[in-house]
Nanobody, 114 residues
Framework: QVQLVESGGGLVQAGGSLRLSCASS????????LGWFRQAPGKQRELVAR???????NYADSVSGRFTISRDNGRNTVDLQMNNLKPEDTAVYYC????????WGQGTQVTVSS
């Protein structure tokens, strides 16, 4: 089992920044990819960014150039630095770990006011 705990969400004005952090515990040695997904009201959960164990990254087009994902394999953490936030970034953000199956955190709310 892998446990994921997110932190760092909150309310910010458009153009502002937030940093999300996710701490993993349990069977972390088997984790390959770590990532962040988000789900806005009435919409499907979507990939925001992910990073492989080797450091390769993928970003959604909507956040490319504004968000940066990073991971610390020694501390078993993955962070998401979000800059120039827009109201359309408002959503619940979920940490994801890919091991022998997908694991999810409980989610953290990010609200961007216009």
């Amino acid at each position: 089992q892998v446990q994921l705990v997110e932190s760092g969400g909150g309310l910010v004005q458009a153009g502002g920044s937030l940093r999300l952090s996710c701490a993993s515990s349990g069977s972390t040695a088997r984790i390959n990819t770590l990532g962040w997904f988000r789900q806005a009201p009435g919409k499907q959960r979507e990939l925001v960014a992910r990073i492989s164990s080797g450091g390769s990254t993928n970003y959604a087009d909507s956040v490319s150039g504004r968000f940066t994902i990073s991971r610390d394999n020694g501390r078993n953490t993955v962070d998401l630095q979000m800059n120039n936030l827009k109201p359309e970034d408002t959503a619940v953000y979920y940490c994801n770990a890919v091991s022998y199956r997908n694991f999810w955190g409980q989610g953290t709310q990010v609200t961007v006011s216009s």
